[in-house]
Protein backbone atom coordinates (compact mmCIF):
# COMPACT_ATOMS: atom_id res chain seq x y z
CA UNK A 1 0.00 0.00 0.00
CA UNK A 2 2.94 2.49 1.15
CA UNK A 3 4.67 1.65 -2.25
CA UNK A 4 1.58 2.48 -4.31
CA UNK A 5 0.69 5.55 -2.66
CA UNK A 6 4.72 6.53 -3.35
CA UNK A 7 4.14 5.76 -7.07
CA UNK A 8 1.35 7.47 -7.60
CA UNK A 9 2.83 10.60 -5.51
CA UNK A 10 5.59 10.43 -7.66
CA UNK A 11 4.14 10.31 -10.97
CA UNK A 12 1.94 12.99 -10.16
CA UNK A 13 4.91 15.49 -9.02
CA UNK A 14 6.40 14.71 -12.44
CA UNK A 15 3.44 15.27 -14.70
CA UNK A 16 2.97 18.12 -12.51
CA UNK A 17 6.74 19.25 -13.17
CA UNK A 18 5.94 19.17 -17.00
CA UNK A 19 2.88 20.87 -17.03
CA UNK A 20 4.36 23.68 -15.19
CA UNK A 21 7.48 23.34 -17.66
CA UNK A 22 4.66 23.24 -20.11
CA UNK A 23 2.81 26.64 -19.12
CA UNK A 24 4.66 28.02 -16.43
CA UNK A 25 7.76 29.49 -18.09
CA UNK A 26 8.84 31.39 -14.96
CA UNK A 27 8.82 28.31 -12.79
CA UNK A 28 10.91 26.13 -15.16
CA UNK A 29 13.61 28.87 -15.25
CA UNK A 30 13.80 29.22 -11.52
CA UNK A 31 14.25 25.26 -11.29
CA UNK A 32 16.98 25.44 -14.22
CA UNK A 33 18.81 28.32 -12.46
CA UNK A 34 18.98 26.60 -9.27
CA UNK A 35 20.75 23.85 -11.26
CA UNK A 36 23.22 26.52 -12.99
CA UNK A 37 22.88 28.94 -10.49
CA UNK A 38 24.83 31.27 -11.96
CA UNK A 39 22.88 31.40 -14.80
CA UNK A 40 25.55 31.98 -17.65
CA UNK A 41 25.03 32.13 -21.56
CA UNK A 42 28.50 30.27 -23.19
CA UNK A 43 29.39 33.73 -24.30
CA UNK A 44 28.96 35.08 -20.56
CA UNK A 45 31.07 32.54 -19.21
CA UNK A 46 34.18 32.80 -21.86
CA UNK A 47 33.85 36.62 -20.98
CA UNK A 48 34.44 36.07 -17.40
CA UNK A 49 37.88 34.87 -18.43
CA UNK A 50 39.29 38.44 -19.70
CA UNK A 51 40.17 41.29 -17.79
CA UNK A 52 41.39 44.65 -18.75
CA UNK A 53 45.27 44.53 -19.61
CA UNK A 54 44.89 40.95 -19.82
CA UNK A 55 47.73 39.64 -22.46
CA UNK A 56 46.50 37.00 -25.31
CA UNK A 57 49.03 34.35 -27.15
CA UNK A 58 48.18 32.48 -30.23
CA UNK A 59 50.25 30.81 -33.21
CA UNK A 60 49.71 33.16 -35.98
CA UNK A 61 48.60 31.85 -39.80
CA UNK A 62 50.72 34.33 -41.08
CA UNK A 63 54.00 33.50 -43.29
CA UNK A 64 56.25 34.08 -40.77
CA UNK A 65 54.62 32.65 -37.89
CA UNK A 66 56.63 29.34 -38.43
CA UNK A 67 60.34 31.05 -38.55
CA UNK A 68 59.46 33.04 -35.39
CA UNK A 69 58.26 29.54 -33.58
CA UNK A 70 61.98 28.31 -34.47
CA UNK A 71 63.91 31.20 -34.04
CA UNK A 72 62.21 31.42 -30.41
CA UNK A 73 61.46 27.80 -29.68
CA UNK A 74 57.89 28.56 -28.68
CA UNK A 75 54.86 27.51 -29.65
CA UNK A 76 53.08 31.25 -30.11
CA UNK A 77 53.68 33.46 -32.09
CA UNK A 78 52.21 36.11 -32.02
CA UNK A 79 49.82 38.39 -28.82
CA UNK A 80 48.36 41.30 -28.27
CA UNK A 81 46.50 43.57 -25.08
CA UNK A 82 42.99 42.68 -24.24
CA UNK A 83 40.84 45.57 -23.34
CA UNK A 84 37.10 46.41 -22.10
CA UNK A 85 36.13 49.03 -24.56
CA UNK A 86 31.95 50.13 -23.99
CA UNK A 87 31.45 46.86 -22.60
CA UNK A 88 33.18 44.55 -25.59
CA UNK A 89 36.69 42.92 -24.98
CA UNK A 90 39.02 43.82 -28.04
CA UNK A 91 42.52 42.69 -28.77
CA UNK A 92 44.85 45.54 -29.15
CA UNK A 93 47.44 43.97 -31.71
CA UNK A 94 50.19 44.76 -34.11
CA UNK A 95 49.81 42.44 -36.93
CA UNK A 96 49.81 44.34 -40.58
CA UNK A 97 49.14 47.49 -38.76
CA UNK A 98 48.65 48.38 -35.33
CA UNK A 99 44.62 48.03 -34.76
CA UNK A 100 41.87 47.13 -32.24
CA UNK A 101 40.28 43.39 -33.36
CA UNK A 102 37.12 42.31 -31.70
CA UNK A 103 38.12 39.66 -29.11
CA UNK A 104 36.23 37.26 -30.67
CA UNK A 105 37.74 37.33 -34.76
CA UNK A 106 41.22 37.52 -33.05
CA UNK A 107 40.61 34.24 -31.36
CA UNK A 108 38.87 32.92 -34.66
CA UNK A 109 42.07 34.21 -36.96
CA UNK A 110 44.56 31.96 -34.97
CA UNK A 111 45.33 28.25 -35.62
CA UNK A 112 42.89 25.87 -33.94
CA UNK A 113 41.59 29.05 -32.36
CA UNK A 114 43.31 27.82 -29.41
CA UNK A 115 44.70 30.27 -27.41
CA UNK A 116 46.77 31.57 -23.61
CA UNK A 117 45.57 34.54 -21.66
CA UNK A 118 48.24 35.54 -19.23
CA UNK A 119 47.53 38.25 -15.93
CA UNK A 120 50.02 40.43 -13.75
CA UNK A 121 50.22 38.32 -10.58
CA UNK A 122 49.65 41.56 -8.79
CA UNK A 123 47.30 43.35 -11.53
CA UNK A 124 44.61 44.17 -8.78
CA UNK A 125 46.96 46.45 -7.34
CA UNK A 126 49.03 47.56 -10.60
CA UNK A 127 46.20 47.76 -12.89
CA UNK A 128 43.95 50.62 -10.99
CA UNK A 129 41.40 52.42 -13.25
CA UNK A 130 43.81 55.70 -13.94
CA UNK A 131 46.65 52.83 -15.05
CA UNK A 132 44.29 51.27 -17.31
CA UNK A 133 43.41 54.99 -18.88
CA UNK A 134 47.44 55.40 -18.95
CA UNK A 135 47.85 52.44 -21.11
CA UNK A 136 44.97 53.19 -23.04
CA UNK A 137 46.28 56.29 -23.73
CA UNK A 138 49.73 55.51 -25.08
CA UNK A 139 47.59 52.83 -27.10
CA UNK A 140 46.42 55.25 -29.06
CA UNK A 141 49.92 56.52 -30.08
CA UNK A 142 50.77 53.82 -31.58
CA UNK A 143 47.24 53.02 -33.10
CA UNK A 144 47.38 53.04 -37.03
CA UNK A 145 51.34 52.37 -37.12
CA UNK A 146 52.22 49.77 -40.04
CA UNK A 147 53.80 46.52 -38.53
CA UNK A 148 57.40 46.34 -37.97
CA UNK A 149 58.58 43.14 -40.21
CA UNK A 150 62.63 43.69 -39.67
CA UNK A 151 62.13 44.46 -35.42
CA UNK A 152 63.34 47.57 -35.22
CA UNK A 153 63.55 49.05 -31.84
CA UNK A 154 61.55 52.07 -32.59
CA UNK A 155 58.42 53.59 -32.39
CA UNK A 156 58.33 54.15 -36.46
CA UNK A 157 56.67 51.10 -37.17
CA UNK A 158 55.90 48.19 -34.34
CA UNK A 159 55.47 44.55 -33.48
CA UNK A 160 53.06 42.80 -32.01
CA UNK A 161 55.20 41.76 -28.75
CA UNK A 162 57.06 45.25 -28.40
CA UNK A 163 53.50 47.07 -28.58
CA UNK A 164 52.60 45.16 -25.59
CA UNK A 165 55.99 45.65 -23.75
CA UNK A 166 56.26 49.21 -24.62
CA UNK A 167 52.56 49.86 -23.45
CA UNK A 168 53.19 48.16 -19.95
CA UNK A 169 56.62 49.77 -19.35
CA UNK A 170 55.68 53.15 -20.40
CA UNK A 171 52.45 53.29 -17.99
CA UNK A 172 53.65 51.46 -15.30
CA UNK A 173 57.90 50.58 -15.69
CA UNK A 174 57.42 47.40 -15.70
CA UNK A 175 59.55 45.03 -17.70
CA UNK A 176 57.45 42.35 -18.87
CA UNK A 177 59.80 39.93 -20.98
CA UNK A 178 63.53 40.41 -20.57
CA UNK A 179 64.90 42.07 -23.52
CA UNK A 180 67.43 40.32 -26.37
CA UNK A 181 69.51 41.07 -29.32
CA UNK A 182 68.58 39.62 -32.00
CA UNK A 183 71.83 37.45 -32.06
CA UNK A 184 70.22 35.89 -28.97
CA UNK A 185 67.15 33.95 -31.36
CA UNK A 186 68.25 30.24 -32.61
CA UNK A 187 68.93 31.47 -36.44
CA UNK A 188 70.33 28.61 -37.82
CA UNK A 189 66.91 26.80 -39.54
CA UNK A 190 66.92 27.04 -43.09
CA UNK A 191 63.39 28.82 -42.87
CA UNK A 192 64.88 31.65 -40.72
CA UNK A 193 67.77 32.36 -42.76
CA UNK A 194 65.64 32.48 -45.73
CA UNK A 195 63.68 35.45 -44.34
CA UNK A 196 66.07 37.28 -42.95
CA UNK A 197 67.66 37.54 -46.18
CA UNK A 198 65.29 38.49 -47.44
CA UNK A 199 64.39 40.97 -44.79
CA UNK A 200 67.64 42.44 -44.08
CA UNK A 201 70.24 41.40 -47.17
CA UNK A 202 73.51 40.16 -46.31
CA UNK A 203 73.44 42.66 -43.86
CA UNK A 204 71.73 41.44 -40.35
CA UNK A 205 72.06 43.68 -37.82
CA UNK A 206 72.63 41.14 -35.05
CA UNK A 207 72.86 43.48 -32.19
CA UNK A 208 69.29 44.98 -32.65
CA UNK A 209 67.30 45.15 -29.33
CA UNK A 210 64.33 42.50 -29.00
CA UNK A 211 61.38 41.00 -27.89
CA UNK A 212 59.74 38.28 -29.05
CA UNK A 213 55.88 36.66 -27.70
CA UNK A 214 57.97 33.65 -25.53
CA UNK A 215 60.06 35.96 -23.75
CA UNK A 216 56.52 37.82 -22.50
CA UNK A 217 54.78 34.67 -22.36
CA UNK A 218 57.48 33.42 -19.84
CA UNK A 219 57.84 36.12 -17.70
CA UNK A 220 57.42 35.27 -14.04
CA UNK A 221 55.26 38.52 -13.76
CA UNK A 222 52.64 36.51 -15.32
CA UNK A 223 50.10 33.55 -14.29
CA UNK A 224 47.63 31.90 -16.90
CA UNK A 225 44.03 32.68 -16.61
CA UNK A 226 43.12 30.17 -19.17
CA UNK A 227 45.45 28.02 -21.46
CA UNK A 228 48.99 26.54 -20.99
Known sequence: MK???????????CSSFIVQK???????????????????????????????????????????????QLATKSKYSHCGIIYKIDGNFIVFEASSKVKKTPIKKWIESGKDHIYVVKRLKNASEILTS????????ISNKFNGKNYDSTFEWTDKKIYCSELIWKIYYQATGIQIGKLKKLKDFDL?????????????????PLNNTVISP?????????????GK
Open 214 to 226: DDIFKSELLFTVK
Open 22 to 68: KYSPGLFNHVIKNLNPRNLTITEVQQEEFNNGDLIFQTSKSPQSNAI
Open 130 to 137: ATLEKMKL
Open 3 to 13: ITFLLILTINV
Open 188 to 204: TSLKVKQIMAKRYGVKI
